[in-house]
């Protein structure tokens, strides 16, 4: 039994292996742009819209209503992100219904790499709105602070590639566990569960991100 | 091992791909679309608003239109009211006056009618008068009537009062020949002879008498001198008859006038 999609290896060459999470997340990936793609093309400007549409519509209005909420902020440069952050986790997790697939968001791997990438996202979009003063925030209120400041941003990082990761790999792992002990309608039930903490914890992600995003964009008013 | 490095590396690849490519199919064109809409809902809605404010000045100025329409029509009606109690008015006054014309007309034409006949009768009556006059006096005095006349006729010519002696004599003197007998027979020469040695002897002066015959003086003889007359004839005697015939032809014609005004 495979933890991790990690060690799901498919194809090895030297350093470079092409394992479980990368499979699958390329399926998800494939998934998400080929059904984007085939709705996107025909879209109607009129009143009247297709299903498939307006689910798009909802979504995308969903997390943009989302967005301006937290960050008091036009959605508009940070909705690609945080949107593909939010629906990346909820496809993956979703999709974990279907016998065989592993979701790659179970993979330490892939948990870190977002979080990362959201490590990496907050200071680009801070800077990108406030400048240099953006590192000002690091020796509030005193210099003294900026080690903590530091540790906590690296902590946070941590935390939430922890949290995913532990999540869905648990989810995971107790559906395993309880198919050896109960092996009839119980596992379903869990499984449910699973999906719903997969949805829960795709949300909490993408909003812990940009709450961090929002923080550090946040123009601080002088008293 | 919980973390493979290459795997991250390659997770945070696909991710960024992924972001990219979602908003290349994604959220672009959904929110182009959504805005293009919104767009659109609100050009319909401004059309909307203005076709909504063009329908109120319509209804506005419809209403305005409608109530000038009810006021110049209240107006006409109230003109045309008017105009057709003037023409009633005109109307009934034409028809009073033709009725006035017509009643008019009709009393002159009876009263034409009614003198036309009197004179008819008067000349008939006369003429009977004479026939019957003449027949008696012949029949039972076998005396001609014409002479009887003309005896009657000159012992009026005797008999003139001072008066009418002196107008005649004037009359004579300033016209002797304008002294005429008229008469509606021819008088005999012998009593011609009569009349003018009688008037030359009360005109004691001579006088040229001129002899006319007169039907219209209905066996009768009459002389005119300076506006007066001396005569004797029927038609005095007859007055009285178309007296009361007048009288009797009035109340019969007024009779006749009721009933038509009834009508």
Redesign the interface.
Known sequence: MHI?P?TLIIFQWG???L?G??LF??CV?IL??VG??LI?RN?????HLSQW?NL??VL??GMRDEIRDISSQDP?RY???V??LF??IAVSNVLSIVPGYKP?TG????T???A??VFVAVPLYGISQKGISYFKQYIEPSVFMLPFNIIGEISRTFAMAVRL?GNIMSGTVIAAILLSIAPLIFPVLMQVLGLLIGLIQAYIFAILAMVYIAAATRVQHPK | MLIDWFTVIAQIINFLVLVYLLKRFLYGPIIRAMDEREKKIALSLEGAREKKDEADLEAKDYRRKNREFDERREELFSQIREEVEVRRKNLIDEARDQVDTGRTKWYEAIRKEKETFLQDLRWRAGKQTCVISRRALKDMADVDLENQIIHVFIEKLRSLNDDELKELKESIRQSPQKISVRSAFEVPKKMAGEIIEVLRNQASSNVDVRFEISPDLICGIELKFSGRRISWNVADYLETLEESLLAALESKAEKAADRLSDK
């Open positions: 991790t990690d350093p470079v292996s394992n999470t990368i997340t390329w990936m998400m742009v984007s793609w996107t879209l109607s400007t009129e009143t549409q798009l519509e995308v209005t508009g909705l690609s992100f949107g593909t629906l990346f790659p993979s330490f791997s892939t870190a790499a977002l990362l990438c990761f």
